[in-house]
């Protein structure tokens, strides 16, 4: 076997491990080019693609179909245990087919064979996990505008390869953990919405029933919003702020879109009000010029203005920190003196129901002006508001300060797993010597 120099990401490996390429090791094989074929040869089967192979997971069901003529299905054939590596996309991404449905690959991938049969491919799959999130293998992939992991770049990637009795007390170890690990992140995640559920009903109610729990209740009339406290009003929300729409100059005068300065609000920057958390947006990504402003549609709101998404991206709401526009994508609001704007911010956000009742479209998905205009909202004094809006920030703070804590365990989590294959794959552990939940236990 040759030897292969040790790359900077080896500090050395016990002297019964072989450090090489993978290309030594391992046959690899690139899947077909996809063709418009004629699909009368009878010939049709079914094949993996890209999108098919996820981290640790191959799905076998519902496969797309290809022509593979006699002449190819020896080359294309998948058998179990075969390993499938990501070409293109997340190029190294890999898992190990554990069916022994009959299947091809296209050429979004390669298949992965070990030369000698006492070759354990679980330990391939760990070291490529290690290899992609690591960097190294990254180093080596051709980019464009796309990665792309060649067949000869995987072939040429250092790999160290422990004894066949060591990969498969590796695997095992590893394995163990990264199912530990999935089980603990699917509790931690489910944890971490039921608290962001919580929230939003915590929102909900207050905004519809205040915060005191002794208020005699009344139905409200609307489907939304159910039952209020009786001393609330339930209003058409453009009775008590302004209506505004937005609007997009002409992209055809180049003037209108240079010397810009005036705040622009487009969908680009609802991104951050998508999970609820921010409340205030004082920068936008563009922004118009005085001129484009002047010979449009668009209207300088003032701070203050509730802005509500009402295409593309429908329902998502936050509040103007400065002077804005936006484009023609919003609904605006322009609190008068009965309502504030965060109060009229936290009826929004307790309005998905009202929305998806609303939005129409399949493709370009809308909530058209005359809809909004008929929005209602419930309306307690001024006084109330603000301690029901005291009130969900004390929540959000609270419960969100939970979720950003759930999120740090799932990191660290996840960078223990990979300190742990890190390790392993490097020969940084003895798994001949140690059980198995001691060494994760050093981690």
């Known amino acids: 076997m040759p030897v292969d120099s040790s790359p900077s990401w080896l500090s050395g490996v016990p002297d019964s491990w072989d450090v090489g390429k993978i290309g030594w090791h391992y046959d690899i094989q690139l899947g077909k080019k996809l063709e418009n074929e004629d699909k009368s040869g009878g010939y049709m089967r079914p094949y993996l693609r890209n999108q098919d192979v996820k981290w640790w997971d191959i799905n076998t069901d519902d496969l797309a179909m290809m022509n593979f003529p006699p002449s190819d299905q020896r080359k294309y054939e998948l058998r179990e245990g075969d390993i499938l590596v990501c070409e293109g996309g997340e190029a190294g991404r890999c898992a190990i087919l554990e069916s022994d449905k009959d299947?091809?690959?296209?050429?979004?991938?390669?298949?992965?064979?070990?030369?000698?049969?006492?070759?354990?491919?679980?330990?391939?799959?760990?070291?490529?996990?290690?290899?992609?999130?690591?960097g190294i293998l990254s180093a080596d992939a051709n980019r464009a505008t796309i990665e792309h992991l060649s067949t000869e770049k995987l072939s040429e990637q250092t790999i160290t390869i422990p004894p066949a009795d060591e990969q498969e007390k590796i695997a095992d170890l590893l394995d163990n953990n990264r199912r530990k690990a999935e089980k603990l992140t699917e509790q931690l995640s489910k944890l971490s919405s039921e608290?962001?559920?919580?929230?939003?009903?915590?929102?909900?109610?207050?905004?519809?029933?205040?915060?005191?729990?002794?208020?005699?209740?009344?139905?409200?009339?609307?489907?939304?919003?159910?039952?209020?406290?009786?001393?609330?009003?339930?209003?058409?929300?453009?009775?008590?702020?302004?209506?505004?729409?937005?609007?997009?100059?002409?992209?055809?005068?180049?003037?209108?879109?240079?010397?810009?300065?005036i705040p622009w609000v487009t969908t680009s920057d609802i991104k951050p009000f998508r999970d609820g958390r921010k409340v205030y947006l004082d920068e936008t990504e563009n922004q118009i010029s005085q001129l484009g402003l002047e010979n449009s549609g668009a209207r300088l709101l003032p701070e203050g203005t509730v802005f509500l998404s009402r295409t593309a991206s429908v329902g998502f709401s936050g509040i103007m920190g400065k002077e804005m526009a936006t484009s023609q994508d919003f609904a605006n609001w322009v609190c008068g003196d009965e309502i504030l704007p965060e109060y009229l911010l936290y009826v929004f956000r307790s309005m998905d129901q009202e929305f998806d009742r609303l939005t129409q479209g399949s493709?370009?998905?809308?909530?058209?002006?005359?809809?909004?205009?008929?929005?209602?909202?419930?309306?307690?004094?001024?006084?109330?508001?603000?301690?029901?809006?005291?009130?969900?920030?004390?929540?959000?703070?609270?419960l969100w300060e939970l979720i950003n804590k759930v999120g740090q365990t799932i990191d660290l989590l996840e960078e223990k797993r990979q300190a742990l294959i890190t390790a392993a794959v490097t020969g940084q552990i003895d798994v001949q010597e140690s059980r198995g939940d001691e060494i994760e236990s050093t981690l």
């Not at 005359?370 to 508001?385: A, G, N, V, W, Y």
């Open 195 to 261: 608290v962001e559920e919580l929230l939003n009903n915590r929102i909900y109610q207050s905004v519809t029933t205040g915060v005191y729990n002794d208020a005699n209740l009344t139905q409200s009339g609307v489907g939304w919003i159910g039952e209020v406290p009786e001393h609330w009003e339930v209003v058409r929300t453009r009775f008590i702020a302004r209506l505004e729409s937005g609007h997009t100059p002409s992209r055809s005068n180049d003037e209108y879109w240079e010397d810009t300065d």
């Open 363 to 398: 493709t370009h998905q809308t909530i058209y002006m005359p809809d909004i205009r008929s929005f209602k909202t419930p309306l307690p004094p001024l006084e109330e508001q603000r301690e029901i809006v005291n009130h969900i920030e004390h929540e959000r703070e609270r």
């Open 103 to 134: 299947c091809f690959f296209q050429m979004a991938l390669h298949r992965v064979r070990p030369r000698y049969e006492d070759y354990d491919p679980r330990y391939f799959a760990h070291f490529m996990e290690f290899a992609k999130k690591s």
